[in-house]
């Protein structure tokens, strides 16, 4: 038995070693992508490797967000990174401040002497990944913002007529009652709490989240999400939670699966949530922009992003870097990024996968597929609404959920909870920025 | 009288020992020197560049109200889960004990739920006690409670309690199996025939020739519910609602791995091993005094 395992592992080298002699450079590509996302991700990457024969794209999944991004610095610290690195938005301030681990993706084409140019992409997708120069470090990959996805068959069946406003959270409320006293068990619920009731709804209305534009102008910055705009629509969620009307499911999107099991009428969801939902849904679903208050000057503005960009390791071979440029590129061509957008529901990061979408007819076919990108692009963003880049925020989102969840069972009131996380979340971005001075 | 075997010289009781030595030093004081080493610092999460803070990671840690609050939590959830996991064993062992048929099958069955890992324990209770498809929920619901660990905290604790307990009776129950068949039996006779009743019998004479085992148990309980439970919290809870379950080991992860803050990480770990180190040692100081060998 063994002599036979040994003999098949020397059939099969031999079979393999005239290709391995034709030199063709791997690149290694580390993402968090499983299920159907990683089956579109291998269906990319095989359509590069057949597309040219000089690298071969290597791709492997490395576990979640928080785990790949684990992974990448464990290799980085053995010396056995990957070419590119899939980190998602919250660890964006995690690897600019890594300047010797990282080598920025506008340098990269450069070198290469591959064309690219940042301004092809949307301004809310660059904004977020680019230094103060505008330069673009990471590659946006998936991108999605979120929405306000609707059950329709429960709205019916609560007398809300079909063409009730949803527009703004004042109109919401009265909405919830209705869909309470008809018995209704979930009238609204949301997914990733901080990012859509807090970070994007800053965004929305053009208030700060945090100071020295979100983070993006030092790492010297402070939280500063407890101010009135917030505070008045966290307590407002309280009490809707107090009255039965606003359900509160998990940190992360378990929303997701009362929503799309008919059980939750309202849902703010990434716009990404479109595949599961298209899929799932036995009944009538609808995509609309995110609430924003009326009577907040300048709202809506943009929201912004979430999801996850292409970072592209130092200390590779020149070799690497060449084909890491040529399979960027390949990623951000419209074709590529027209198919994503309509497969997956993230956003078409380029202007142009945009256009091509609207051409072949996609949000004629699905309405409601473009709400969220009209949500993003109507208006330029600002210094409040481009993104949000601050050190340990993952841990700062944690701290958030806790005090959230305070909100939610009626342990604090909004403005308690809102300076407690300010005052916690200051002390870890002191902490970020000393460790990285 | 002690039985001692003396070696003449001393290079063989070295190389006898030498493994236990050689296996101790490379997984034990290596890494923990290393965390101490670590904790004096702020590193980046690449390794690029360290700050030397002293003692400013556990000024830091210790001046925290929330890191305080959760050593409460980890007092209140390592000894339920101890008291949880250590009571029913009891009580099903002294059960077993007396089973003159069947006992087999009845042992095999209690132990089976040890063979479950802590991870896949917590997602087998989530499922039960889920809000949306738990079937225990469910139940609950219609004798109208309204069942809701995502935002309760007591529940919370309630569950991840009985979650990590759960496969630990198994392994409390097998100690204490074994303890109960060797008790003298001309013991508990000469009792009987005095008159004392079962319960009598129990309090008077099992429980304290069990001392042994139990305190045994009290101290790998304890150990196991400060270190080994983290798979079950990671599932159920993560920590929450609010910090309701966030134990100190649950911390180490959320900081260290999710966080990246290795240098606060490093300092929770050393704080860990002198609060664990210091229980084991009060426990064999105080405890061990009254168990009766």
Redo the contacts between chains.
Sequence with gaps: MKNFALGALVASSALLSPFAAFAQTDIQFWHAFTGRLGELVDAQVAQFNASQSDYKVVANYKGNY?ET??AG?AA??AGEQPDILMVFEVGTA?MM?????IKPVYQVMADAGVPFNADDYIGAVKGYYTDTDGKMLSLPFNSSTPVLWVNRDLLDKAGVAKDADLSTWESIGPVLDKLKAAGVDCPMTTAWQSWIQLENLSAYHNVPFASKENGFGGLDTELEFNGPVQVKHIQTLGDWAKKGEFI????RN?GG??FR?G?CALFTESSAGYAGIKAEAKFNFEVHPLPYWSDVAGAPQNTIIGGASLWVMAGKPAEDYKGVAEFLSFLSSPEVQAKWHQDTGYLPITKAAADLTREQGFYKANPGTDVAVIQMTTKEPTGNSKGIRLG?F??IR?II???L??V??G?KTAQDALDTAVT?GN??LR?FE???? | MEKRVTFKGWLLPLLLIAPQLVISGVFFFYPAGEAVWQSLFIPDPFGLSMQYVGLGNFEYLLSDPYYRASFLTTAVFSTLVTLVSMIPALFLAVLADRLVKGAGAYRTMLIWPYAVAPAVAGVLWLFMFNTRIGIVAWYLGLLGYDWNYVLNQNEAMGLVVVASSWGRISYNFLFYFAALQAVPKSVIEAAAIDGARFWRRFFTIVLPLLSPTTFFLLVVNIVYAFFETFGVIHTITSGGPQQATTILVYKVYADGFVGQDLGSSAAQSVILLLVVGLLTVLQFKFIEKRVHY
């Design positions: 928080s991004l684990n610095i980085f610290r995690t401040a890594a300047k010797g681990a509160y499911k998990g940190r378990e699966a009362d099991a059980s340990n993952d841990q944690s959920d806790e005090e969840e305070a939610w069972s342990d916690r002390q870890l902490r000393q460790a990285n001075r």
